[in-house]
Each structure stands twice: as structure tokens, then as C-alpha cells.
């Protein structure tokens, strides 16, 4: 099982980034997916979600109107696009797969919003 998420970096204030996230090894259809993010010295968060198929997707107060889920399940990778980015948005970003009773999560893509 695995989950690797990419597309992360070093952005100024305004700018764009996509964040995917790979999954092998296991039934990714039958799986939401949600991205979370955590800053230094803070909980991680939810920031968005997305159910299995597709049709319905979540995004957090703070984000809405500036980053969009979305998924691909012939490819296995969903992804998050963030625009309009602001410094606390900075921060270490995670996929997550889940089922009822069973999750996997990934290792992290750091993103930092900085001039």
C-alpha cells in the first residue's frame, strides 16, 4: 500500500501549485480521499475531500474558493489545486485514503507560501 504525494514547493504569495497524490496497492475507487496539512507547532486539518467517485467533494472555511479537489481514478491520483496562495498556507501537506474501520496516509509534500 501506498500513497505518494508530490507537486509541492516554494511559492510566492499569489502563486499557484497542484498537489497530486499517487495510490498503489490497493482499491482506490472504493476509498475517499482527503487532503490534510499541518503547520509548525499546530493540529494537522482537514482541507478538502472527495468521495469515492467523485460527485461530491468538501473544502475547509479557509481555503474555499481558492483550492479544488478532484480525482482521477483511472490514473489512481487525486489531486488538490491551490491558487491564490497566502503564507498560512504554509505548511506540510497529506493525502489520506479511508474506508469506515481502515485508512492510509502518506508521507507529505511541504509547501511554503513565502516572498
Known amino acids: 500500500v501506498q500513497l505518494v504525494e508530490s507537486g509541492g514547493g516554494l511559492v510566492q504569495p499569489g502563486g499557484s501549485l497542484r498537489l497530486s497524490c499517487a495510490a498503489s496497492?490497493?482499491?482506490?475507487?472504493?476509498?475517499?480521499v482527503s487532503w490534510y496539512r499541518q503547520a509548525p507547532g499546530k493540529v494537522r486539518e482537514l482541507v478538502a475531500a472527495?468521495?469515492?467517485?467523485?460527485?461530491?467533494?468538501i473544502h475547509a472555511d479557509s481555503v474555499k474558493g481558492r483550492f479544488s479537489i478532484s480525482r482521477d481514478n483511472a490514473k489512481n491520483t487525486v489531486y488538490l489545486q491551490m491558487i491564490n496562495l497566502k503564507p498560512e498556507d504554509t505548511a506540510v501537506y497529506y493525502c489520506k485514503a479511508e474506508q469506515l474501520f481502515k485508512g492510509y496516509w502518506g508521507q507529505g509534500t511541504q509547501v511554503t507560501v513565502s516572498s
Open positions: 472527495v468521495t469515492t467517485a467523485g460527485a461530491s467533494t
Open positions: 496497492g490497493f482499491t482506490f475507487t472504493t476509498y475517499r
